[in-house]
């Protein structure tokens, strides 16, 4: 069974960092680039992050590019993300799903965690 399980979420105020975190299983971790996408109340759901399987490309999304910092550990099989500087535009559920970038867009690529909740409170 596949397994993306997301954590770290949770209620900082507006400035303050958070650290999340994806552990996977299931499948050839090593064969998958891995990201982050968000969705906030009443909005579409968008790429935030993908970091390649085996040199470590990332991508980041304009909104979050010198705030997050996407890394993955591919022994344990998690990838995670740090989050600095954190804006209330940041808050919503955040996936981790298998990624790819297409004509420079970030998209799911098939496998989908549950989310994990960011709250910011300006």
């Known amino acids: 069974e596949v397994q993306l399980q997301a954590s770290g979420g949770g209620l900082v105020q507006a400035g303050g960092s958070l650290r999340l975190s994806c552990a996977a299983s299931?499948?050839?971790?090593?064969?998958?680039?891995i990201g982050w996408f968000r969705q906030a109340p009443g909005k579409e759901r968008e790429g935030v992050s993908c970091i390649t399987p085996s040199d470590g490309k990332t991508y980041y999304a304009d909104s979050v590019k010198g705030r997050f910092t996407i890394s993955r550990d591919n022994r344990r099989n998690t990838v995670s993300l740090e989050m600095n500087g954190l804006k209330y535009e940041d808050a919503g559920t955040y996936y981790c799903a298998t990624c790819q970038v297409v004509y420079g867009s970030l998209i799911g690529s098939g496998y989908w965690g549950r989310g994990t909740l960011v709250t910011v409170s300006s």
């Open positions: 299931g499948f050839t971790f090593d064969n998958y680039a």
